[in-house]
């Protein structure tokens, strides 16, 4: 069982960047995979970044690659997303969620969610 906040969102210009952080509570953390997911009004639910548990794999979504940066630190029990050279296109909310396990970039394959941050990219 864990409880995932997010935040770090906000309003930025074009170009400009974002860190935004995942605080999670519950013992068992660190035995999580994570990953990031945004969702913009009328859109889908789409797949941004994921780390394994110990920071092994990571993998992102073709959008961001180059651009952003998933971390872990968890001995703090966070996971973060730094969102550097950022375009309008990135404007959504952004989710963070546990990983349960098969396919890396399904959002159905991640259970627990936490509320989400907006992000809001201006030209």
């Known amino acids: 069982q864990v409880q995932l906040v997010e935040s770090g969102g906000g309003l930025v210009q074009a170009g400009g960047s974002l860190r935004l952080s995942c605080g999670a509570s519950?013992?068992?953390?660190?035995?999580?995979?994570m990953g990031w997911f945004r969702q913009a009004p009328g859109k889908e639910r789409d797949f941004v970044a994921h780390i394994t548990w110990n920071g092994a794999f990571i993998a992102y979504a073709d959008s961001v690659k180059g651009r952003f940066t998933i971390s872990r630190d968890n001995a703090k029990n966070t996971m973060y997303l730094q969102m550097n050279k950022l375009k309008p296109e990135d404007t959504a909310v952004y989710y963070c969620a546990t990983f349960t396990g098969a396919i890396v970039k399904a959002a159905s394959s991640y259970d627990y969610w936490g509320q989400g941050t907006q992000v809001t990219v201006s030209s």
């Open positions: 519950g013992r068992t953390f660190s035995r999580y995979g």
